[in-house]
């Protein structure tokens, strides 16, 4: 029998994607209505997001305005969650999220090319395109205060984005694989086209707006 040890640690290292049972005995390519990513970007993600709410309302810069919320964890202490936010401990997380990214985009291009495995391809794309999404919104919310821990995000973003709309266009579910498509699109609409960190090269602009056109196609075809 598993000890608690052993729960938590399935808990923070195993990711969910799970498939309905009918569809492994159909044979039936079916979005998982249940996903739910790995403690290691679910952490950052709530991490970031906590940051850019703070951030929004004017938190950060004053520290002592920070207070306990009634429904945090037992465990958290008011002392701990300041610490959180001092500047050095952000851009440590900044610095890791942004690396995780990366790693997670290469899992999906790792279960793409090698085990053929598009449903959790398309899952790692999305997780690592959430993150990014997090992060540029921490970005947008702190007026650029962490700009060089966050460089290249908005660029990962775009990609991650075009990946997860390409897995998602493979599995059939070209509505989903039009969101992601036309995200990408307008990401990189505001970023530049040359070699810099987050430049967004003209063939992956294209790639991407064929993405969208593709989709609008087969899901024209799919209503007719």
Do not use: W
């Not at 679910?42 to 002592?64: C, F, K, V, W």
């Not at 690396?99 to 598009?118: A, C, N, P, S, W």
């Amino acid at each position: 029998m598993c000890s608690e040890t052993g729960y938590q640690r399935i808990e923070k290292t195993f990711e969910l994607n799970r498939k309905p049972f009918y569809s492994l005995i159909l044979e039936a390519e079916v979005e998982s209505p249940l996903q739910v990513a790995n403690e290691l970007h679910m952490g950052p993600i709530a991490h970031i997001r906590l940051l850019t709410l703070l951030s929004a309302n004017n938190i950060l810069a004053e520290p002592s305005k920070i207070s306990l919320p009634m429904s945090i964890s037992t465990h958290m202490t008011l002392v701990q969650l300041k610490q959180l936010c001092t500047p050095d401990r952000i851009r440590k997380v900044l610095s890791v999220s942004r690396m995780r990214i990366t790693v997670h985009r290469e899992v999906g291009h790792q279960r793409f090319r090698k085990e053929k495995d598009l449903g959790h391809a398309h899952f790692a794309y999305a997780t690592a395109a959430e993150l990014a999404a997090a992060m540029v919104n921490f970005n947008n919310a702190s007026q650029g205060m962490y700009q060089e821990e966050l460089s290249g995000v908005q660029r990962e973003q775009v990609l991650c984005l075009g990946n997860a709309a390409e897995m998602a266009h493979c599995q059939g579910f070209y509505d989903l694989a039009l969101c992601y498509a036309t995200a990408a699109v307008q990401c990189a609409e505001s970023l530049p086209t040359d070699s810099s960190p987050d430049g967004v090269d003209v063939s992956v602009r294209e790639k991407n707006r064929r993405r969208v056109e593709r989709a609008l196609e087969c899901i024209s075809a799919e209503s007719s």
